[in-house]
């Protein structure tokens, strides 16, 4: 069992830098596997990138590769999300997530999510 808490959305120009937060209740943090996804208004959610439990491993959307970077620490139980060089097109609520079966690119196959950060690019 894992509660997921998001920050660190916003507004924010194209080109500009955000960095969200996934916080994450109880000891057992550092045992799950995360990933964030995002939704934009009218498509469907989409899978943006993973961290293993041990944060050795990591998986990229093609969109994203090069600007975003995933990374967690397990003494916080905080999962991150650094996103460079924003595009309007990654306008979405991002969601981070929790999978026994990581690597896995479908929303169905994440145990836990949490409520979602708006982030918006303006152009």
């Known amino acids: 069992q894992v509660q997921l808490v998001e920050s660190g959305g916003g507004l924010v120009q194209a080109g500009g830098s955000l960095r969200l937060s996934c916080a994450a209740s109880?000891?057992?943090?550092?045992?799950?596997?995360m990933a964030w996804f995002r939704q934009a208004p009218g498509k469907e959610r989409e899978f943006v990138t993973s961290i293993s439990w041990s944060g050795g491993t990591t998986y990229y959307a093609d969109s994203v590769k090069g600007r975003f970077t995933i990374s967690r620490d397990n003494v916080k139980n905080t999962v991150y999300l650094q996103m460079n060089s924003l595009e309007p097109e990654d306008t979405a609520v991002y969601y981070c997530a929790t999978t026994s079966r990581f690597g896995s690119v479908y929303p169905a196959h994440y145990d836990y999510w949490g409520q979602g950060t708006q982030v918006t690019v303006s152009s």
């Open positions: 109880g000891r057992t943090f550092s045992r799950y596997d």
